[in-house]
């Protein structure tokens, strides 16, 4: 299994550029989310999803969308990038949010210049 | 809205020594409780979960508390080594809205 897989690692963007943050999990989970990690901030939910064709917001979930049609593939769209989206992104899953594990992907550092 | 905190301070133990982590809530009592170990760079690595019903939680050399009354818990390794050093988050599941909160994390070190 490769567990979780984020593409890119990094990226630089100009302010108002969209793009799409990729993960996949091979475990056929059904939980999967998207966090954001700002020094001192530790990790801010922006949207998670219960399995395909259902998602819900997070904390943080202003500037960006998502989509579930598929349990493997989870992706998340900056519509129009902000230097305030400057951030490292973790795509985590897991077989339920409650009582399973949270297997994190390896991170995508985002610029936004 | 839900708040978590942890130690905002750095920690540093001798090793050896018993590393303990304090991770306090406000409002809602969660589900669940999750506690992560994050090295630099990489992404965070589920430890222990303690349910609400639960006081305590063994895992080899770390061991979590929950009380629901303080609205905190406690994450303590013990017997230290210098390759326990990292940030440890604390995690929170709320069953009403089938979320996890995570805390901003304390940064360990154990110096040899």
């Known amino acids: 299994n490769a567990g979780v897989t984020q593409t890119p690692k990094f990226q630089v963007l100009k302010t108002g550029q969209s793009m799409t943050l990729q993960c996949a999990q091979d475990?056929?989970?059904?939980?999967m989310s998207w966090y954001r990690q700002d020094p001192g901030m530790g990790l801010r939910l922006i949207h998670y999803?219960?399995?395909?064709?259902?998602?819900d917001q997070g904390e943080v979930p202003n500037g960006y969308n998502v989509s579930r049609s598929t349990t493997e593939d989870f992706p998340l769209r900056l519509l129009s990038a902000a230097p305030s989206q400057t951030s490292v992104y973790f795509c985590?899953?897991?077989?339920?949010?409650?009582?399973?594990?949270?297997?994190f992907g390896p991170g995508t550092r985002l610029t936004v210049l | 809205s839900q708040k978590i905190e942890q130690n905002s301070e750095a920690l540093n133990i001798q090793e050896g020594k018993t590393a303990t982590l304090t991770c306090n809530y406000t409002?809602?009592?969660?589900?669940?409780l999750q506690w992560y170990r994050q090295d630099p760079g990489r992404g965070p690595v589920f430890l222990l979960l303690?349910?609400?019903?639960?006081k305590e939680k063994r895992k080899e050399r770390l061991k979590v508390t929950f009380d629901t009354t303080l609205k905190q818990s406690l994450f303590h390794i013990t017997a230290s080594q210098p390759a326990d050093s990292a940030t440890y988050l604390c995690?929170?599941?709320?069953?009403?809205?089938?979320?996890?909160?995570f805390g901003s994390g304390t940064r360990l070190s154990i110096r040899p």
């Open positions: 985590a899953s897991g077989n339920r949010a409650s009582t399973d594990t949270q297997y």
């Open positions: 475990m056929n989970h059904e939980y």
């Open positions: 999803s219960v399995g395909a064709g259902i998602t």
């Open positions: 409002n809602y009592s969660p589900a669940y």
């Open positions: 303690i349910r609400e019903n639960e």
């Open positions: 995690a929170l599941y709320y069953s009403s809205a089938s979320k996890i909160i």
